[in-house]
């Protein structure tokens, strides 16, 4: 049974400051802040907050999964179990986010989406401070808790920022296909600040046009099989695409209806459209503090 969670811990308990687990936990503490702004903002605004949330989450969710879960499997047993779990998590959150990128605040499904991606945001820290950290300080010593802290760092700082559900969730696929997409999403953000947008706004029409291209690229390929090399279908998300209707055995088959149906699934699949169970939480559930050491 691992240890207390680590929203309990001094700084020093965890490691000192440059440990993963207080790394992790100051990321925690300052989305549940944002998360906590975006429900005083006007709804104008709601949308630039939701962009803070997302670059600090998707940044911050890369780096566990390129750095953190694979060391986790490694070092922890029962460590595969928990982290498919965590990625079953961040999967729902990437279709969440995704989907709301291409809304506004005007449209009916807003609301329910942005509270059930941050009720699985929020279920997805539970999570990691109350049963899969804990687990790791179990068998980590303080070194490698601050080895792990400085990986996490420096992969977190190039990693993408915004949604992307079609990349694998675990090594190599992840690393090889999200890291260039991190450079088109720092763009994209420069584009999106109030500074970057008149001057460059030539630039926004190009790289959202090769943004297109790489997403469609990703998903013809991970298309092609049910699995993609290095990830464990039971980190998926539990979610069912839309069935597309099948066309009548027989000469139809053979008929260009096939790669309309291939751009249908593709579409959905691009454009987040799954619907999704619900997330079972945890019995043990703690709230964030208020206050913790920085
Ligand atoms: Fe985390
Ligand atoms: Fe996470």
New binding site residues.
Partial sequence: MPSLTIADQSVDQLGGPGSVLAR?RRDHVRLDELINRFGTVSRAEQPHVLREINNL?FS??FA??VVLWPAMRRLVPGGAALTAR?EG??QE?NGLCAALERMTPDDPEWDERVGRAFEV?RA??R??EDLVLPALQDVADVAQLQRLGTAWELVRRTAPTRPHPAVARRPPDNALRGIPLSGFDRIRDALDSPSGRSALNTVAMTVGRLTSSVRSGQLASSRTGDGQRGEDPASRCRSRLPVPPVPPAGPLRRLPVQPALLRHRVDGDHRGERETQGHQPPSRRRRLAPQREQ
Avoid: S, Y
Wanted: hydrophobic content about 40%.
């Fill in positions: 992790q989450v911050h969710a566990e999964e965590i998590e961040h959150i945001m997805d820290v999570d990691e």
